[in-house]
T-cell receptor
Framework: QQKVQQSPESLIVPEGGMASLNCTFS?????YFWWYRQHSGEGPKALM?????GDKKEGRFTAHLNKASLHVSLHIKDSQPSDSALYFC??????????FGAGTRLKVIA | DMKVTQMPRYLIKRMGENVLLECGQD?????MYWYRQDPGLGLQLIYI???????SEGDIPKGYRVSRKKREHFSLILDSAKTNQTSVYFC????????????FGAGTRLSVL
């Protein structure tokens, strides 16, 4: 069964610091990779997607994908208290099914 | 406006009662989903709907059924709810294909006593 492992489970970073989140997926057929963010009391919202090997940068957020090592990561530069949330990675093999990791809880302290 | 609306937001039921969770979307997305979220387990897929009357089991369908009679509306039904179905339930929708964004509703927090 397709699985996605996320690490760490939780992370505390100082305001202005760098947060690094990791995912390992199990299906070599996975094609599409997503990061979702969920603030307390809300539904998850898509943060960014990455479909090709290498880096993708959107503002303070950079995703990195290495399909050979089945690894995707998210790096948040200059972390802000508003970045405190639960972060999920998800993959999709091109069918309708998105598989989510268990999440990383990020707390940014002032 | 791109929105997924879930009703109700909070629900308390007794064990053995029937439960209906409703979801609507205004984006004409073909595909809709029901997930449940439990601490430490992430989002687990219950059912997928590819379009009206075209539904498929996800990873944890036992104890649940769904109904989709209109493209914009997708219901999750728990017949004779159990205490282990206490959870937060999320509905989502997307265009066809894994390269498309999933849009989630705000969730329904269900407690089965």
């Amino acid at each position: 069964q397709q699985k996605v492992q996320q690490s760490p489970e939780s992370l505390i970073v100082p305001e202005g610091g760098m947060a690094s989140l990791n995912c390992t997926f199990s299906d070599r057929n996975s094609q599409y990779f997503w990061w979702y963010r969920q603030h307390s009391g809300e539904g998850p919202k898509a943060l960014m997607s990455i479909f090709s090997n290498g880096d993708k940068k959107e503002g303070r957020f950079t995703a990195h994908l290495n399909k050979a090592s089945l690894h995707v990561s998210l790096h948040i530069k200059d972390s802000q208290p508003s970045d405190s949330a639960l972060y999920f990675c998800a993959d999709n093999t091109g069918n309708y099914k998105y598989v989510f990791g268990a999440g990383t809880r990020l707390k940014v302290i002032a | 406006d791109m929105k997924v609306t879930q009703m109700p937001r909070y629900l308390i039921k007794r064990m053995g009662e029937n439960v209906l969770l409703e979801c609507g979307q205004d984006m004409s997305h073909e595909t809709m989903y029901w997930y449940r979220q439990d601490p430490g387990l992430g989002l687990q897929l219950i059912y997928i709907s590819y379009d009206v009357d075209s539904n498929s089991e996800g990873d944890i369908p036992k104890g649940y059924r769904v109904s989709r009679k209109k493209r914009e509306h997708f219901s999750l039904i728990l017949d004779s709810a159990k205490t282990n179905q206490t959870s937060v339930y999320f509905c989502a929708s997307s265009l066809l294909g894994g390269q498309n964004t999933l849009y989630f509703g705000a969730g329904t927090r269900l407690s089965v006593l």
